[in-house]
């Protein structure tokens, strides 16, 4: 049985003092057995993030890492950084960071690699744009990504693995897509991890959906039998967030 788990990217916004409140604000509305629950504050604001988590059942993600040791990689973050002060998990891949960043399915393939290496949890997004989804290529394209982005990673690490669909269409646009679009690709990526590992392995990964996840849209989403919990932006800046966690 898969544990749902529901996690806020709060992308660029919330200096560390915000990052603070908003924590404190959300702890006693979050407070759930039944997801885990993680925070993905801006790097500048993970070592206080931790801090403000503990003792809760939130628990703490970064945005972003880089996948060498160290070295001359201005302006980067080394897995060690990250798993040095607590953080758990680590968002990898999400398509902001492909469209801006010049990340590729191989740089979050080595991603995936390394954050497995350090024991911390990748969250591997994957995603159409709106013309992929109109040319009928969406299925072909983030199965792509995913038999990309989990190359040579063995089946008992790829168990680890969450994976977030999030179709770019639906990012912060305020336009969801249904609870059947979302769980026909939530189907066919586990399909895909199915046919590259087996069906315990395929079975035992979380797939998240995200794209304006809210209030009144997370009970029906996450009712689906492929997705098991969601990444969510704009209402995980919010009390809302609450809501979206406590969705039954
Ligand atoms: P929104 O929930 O704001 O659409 O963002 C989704 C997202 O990109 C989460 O990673």
Redesign the pocket.
């Known amino acids: 049985m898969r544990k749902m788990i529901i996690?806020?990217?709060w992308?660029m916004n919330k200096t560390v003092d915000e990052a603070i409140n908003l924590i404190n604000e959300l702890k006693p509305l979050v407070a759930t057995d039944a997801a885990e629950v993680v925070f993905?504050p801006p790097t500048i604001a993970l070592m206080a993030a931790v801090e403000a988590a503990k003792g809760s059942n939130i628990s703490i993600g970064a945005q972003n890492m880089y996948y060498e040791e160290s070295g001359a990689y201005t302006g980067e973050t080394a897995p060690n950084m990250l798993t040095s002060i607590g953080v758990k998990y680590v968002?990898i891949g999400?398509?902001?960071r492909r469209e801006y960043f010049g990340e590729t399915n191989d740089t979050v393939n080595k991603k995936v690699h390394k954050a497995i290496e350090h024991g911390l949890i990748p969250i591997m997004?994957c995603g159409e744009t709106l013309e992929q989804r109109k040319q009928d290529i969406t299925i072909d394209f983030v199965n792509q990504q995913i038999k990309v982005g989990l190359l040579d990673v063995s089946k008992e690490d790829a168990k680890k693995v969450v994976v977030?669909y999030?179709p770019i269409w639906?990012?912060?646009?305020?336009v969801?897509a249904s609870s059947e679009q979302a769980e026909e690709v939530c189907a066919a990526i586990r399909a895909t991890l199915t046919e590259v590992y087996d069906t315990d392995t395929a079975e035992a990964i979380r797939i998240q959906y995200?794209?304006?996840?809210?209030a009144g849209n997370a009970a029906e989403l996450f009712a689906m039998p492929n997705i098991d919990g969601?990444?969510?932006?704009?209402?995980?800046l919010k009390a809302d967030f609450g809501k979206v966690v406590n969705y039954k």
Not at 170 to 174: L, V
Request: charged share 10%; proline share 0%; hydrophobic share 30%.
């Open positions: 996690a806020g990217n992308k993905c968002i999400h398509s902001e997004c977030a999030e639906a990012i912060g646009t305020g969801t995200g794209g304006s996840v809210g969601g990444l969510v932006g704009g209402a995980s």
